[in-house]
């Protein structure tokens, strides 16, 4: 979703839709992707004119797309890319769409400074089950998570280096704020960071959480436990918790605009929408 939430691109199992006018309508894009590849991660500039979108591999050879025209062409994205039959899973980008970092599991980082078009391996950190990552809106401040492993990596030079960050348990899923300041971490419980992720502290005791995200200055938060049983939204940085909705379904990924007003879920097969910070919900 863009800053503004006029730009909503959703990807999973069932292939790519592309929505211009906040979420009321969508148009399927790349067909051809929806039939054979298993789309996993989507991220887009702040104008939603540059989108990436990443693939697994099943069946075949996971790639990287981008859009450079709002989601309507989808080429494959290949310079520098050497891993091939991997999951190229989750990925984030500034809000000029230039810094884009792409997270392989099993596998390397990637990271691009041209908006999709070329990509550098970091090598120096081995291979291992990279999962998700979250990016400040210059690109400068990034946030890695494996999934089998409590290594967290933080970046503060958009992803010329990463250096290793202490943290109680492994993160599933990663968020932060535009100016990188405040970041998230969730699994099973939610721990923040208010030093740029330096460090991290619990908020909250178990509550299965696996899914986050947050809006432009950290105080709005939406989140989901891994079955979507229960969505929580905080609008005060979590010092305060609301369970909003009861899905029953697999939570997979979130999104919301600037100011957390508008939010979208993903679970499964089922997409839905808040316009009222997560007070209530309609199926896209």
């Not at 989901?224 to 997979?252: E, H, I, P």
């Amino acid at each position: 979703m863009s800053p503004s939430g006029q730009h909503i691109t959703a990807v999973g199992f069932d292939g790519l839709y592309v929505s211009s006018d906040y979420g009321k309508t969508f148009t399927q894009k790349a067909a051809s992707l929806s039939s054979t590849k298993f789309l996993q991660g989507i991220a887009m500039s702040a104008d939603g004119a540059i989108q990436t979108t990443t693939s697994g591999a099943v069946g075949g050879i996971g790639s990287i797309y981008v859009s450079t025209d709002g989601g309507l062409t989808w080429p494959r994205s290949t310079s520098g890319i050497t891993d091939l039959e991997v999951y190229f899973r989750s990925v984030a980008m500034s809000h000029d769409g230039a810094v884009q970092t792409v997270l392989v599991s099993p596998g390397f980082i990637y990271v691009s400074s041209d908006s999709g078009a070329s990509w550098t391996q970091k090598t120096t950190l081995g291979t291992a089950d990279y999962y998700h990552v979250a990016m400040s809106s210059t690109g400068a401040t990034q946030l890695v998570c494996q999934w089998n492993s409590k290594a967290v990596w933080r970046s503060t030079d958009s992803g010329s280096t990463f250096n290793s960050v202490s943290v109680p348990v492994k993160f599933s899923q990663v968020a932060m704020s535009y100016d990188g300041a405040i970041q998230y971490g969730v699994n099973g419980g939610l721990y923040k960071s208010t030093d740029s992720g330096v460090s991290f502290k619990q908020l909250t005791g178990p509550l299965s959480l696996g899914v986050i995200c947050t809006n432009s200055d950290g105080s709005v938060v939406l989140m989901a436990d891994y079955y979507g049983t229960a969505v929580f939204v905080s609008t005060d940085g979590v010092k305060t918790l609301d369970q909003t909705y009861t899905g029953g379904a697999q939570a997979m990924s979130c999104a919301m605009n600037s100011d957390g007003t508008r939010m979208v879920i993903s679970m499964n097969s089922r997409t839905y929408m808040s316009t009222d910070f997560g007070s209530t919900w309609s199926r896209m």
